[in-house]
């Protein structure tokens, strides 16, 4: 119990670690993530709160995927609650203000992508399931037969062009999120010494199984 414990503090710090990475590229002000473009946009749009959107769209996502017979986790539902709840709450108590300086948002850019790339390094060591935008992505790579890379790429530009036309802020710091977070994320793995190979996450019939097991002894 004391190490599930552990893996559910390790995964809680992950997602509010990932959710001030993601308010920092926003308040950054250069351009937003492909993600972002898209949630910021809808919720223009919309007239509904960033983080109300996100927890929408990955419901919506949790939801294809699991019509389409991917194994989702404990953790794939937190990510989307979670993470929305903190996007809103970061956003609320203005904690990262809006920068008006294009040096000062970068910094505040690449400082949100290594703050995104450490909340994924605790994520993914819970091993309590992937998100479910990388969920999505995994579907698609397994029905299409498409290359996973190809994927993820087409899956984000679609995103952000959706985005884009309803208002969502497209950039330079866009174009530096496209190129830029893969790097931050692979340096921090690396200086983290995580190896995502040797991660095998735990589905939700799995995470009950392995509680009961323990219960029972």
Known sequence: MKHFVFRVINLLIGLILFS???????????????????HVGLANTLGLSVGLIS????????????????????????NVIVIGIFLDLIIHLDLIPVQNSLVIGIIVLV??????????CFYIKSAFGVGPRDNLMVVLTKRTKIPVGVCRSIIELSVMVVGWLLGGMVGVGTIISVFGLGFCVQITFKALKLDVTKVKHETFSETIKNLSGKHSK
């Open 20 to 38: 001030f990475g993601i308010v920092a590229t926003i308040r950054a002000n250069i351009g937003y993530a492909p993600w972002e473009v898209f």
């Open 55 to 78: 927890v929408i769209v990955g419901a919506i996502i949790l939801v294809i995927v699991i019509l389409l017979g991917e194994k989702i986790g404990f953790g794939t539902v937190l």
């Open 111 to 120: 400082a949100g992508f290594f703050a995104i790339a450490i909340g994924s």
